[in-house]
């Protein structure tokens, strides 16, 4: 199994080094990245680096609960664990989606349930395509458009990876029809959920990697359509939390 990457976000230097051992000592093979604060995380992190995130509630500086609330604003899905003494933030994990509320002292039993969400929460977010009769396994959920070159496809990834296979967008499209992709042109795909504005001008759809993914004039009232249902979906999500 391909390694898990979590950030864990601890002021405590001594807690923190016990929570990145009980990480490493799981079954689940792991990659740790520290954090002494919500600041240095916030900083550091960028859309799909992590598969989860151990956030400690009662920091210096911004709290937890901020930096969950800031990080939510570009991923909404990811699992994340309010690590705490106190069970005062239970409601703020709830409205923020938390995946685990743990209470120090973490035991390991703490962590490889955190770990174990995180690793289905990956295997879930997967999808397999079929291009030209191979198998592909990626991340729908992790997409942020594709673009057709030539006789070859370029995956774009959030967090500014890339991969390329043999295939053509008229073959991929219909495979991707139950996630938030849009047509907008004939080189290329938009997940809708990575998009943070249309300029009209420019004919783009701003994407939160700051690129621009193309958009045909006939086709630019519909992407903004789409995209608009797409947010009005997104707020009606949330008003049921």
Known sequence: MEELKLALCEDD????????????????PVSVTAFENGEAFLEDYRPGRFDMVFMDIYMGGISGVEAVRRLREQEPELPV???????????????????????KPVTQEDMDGAVSLAAQWREQAAVEVVLRGKKLSLSAARLAFVEQRAHYLLFWFEGGGTRQVKGRLDELAPQLAGFPFFRSHKSYLANLSHVVGIDQELMVFRMKDGQGVYIRRDLLKKAKDAWEDWLFAQARKGDRL
């Not at 923190?16 to 490493?24: D, E, P, S």
């Not at 705490?84 to 509320?101: I, N, P």
């Open 13 to 28: 230097k001594e807690e923190l080094g016990r929570l990145t051992g009980l990480a490493q000592a799981g079954p689940v």
């Open 81 to 103: 664990a309010f690590v705490t003494s106190s069970q005062d933030h239970a409601l703020d994990g709830y409205r923020l989606k938390v995946a685990k509320y743990i209470e």
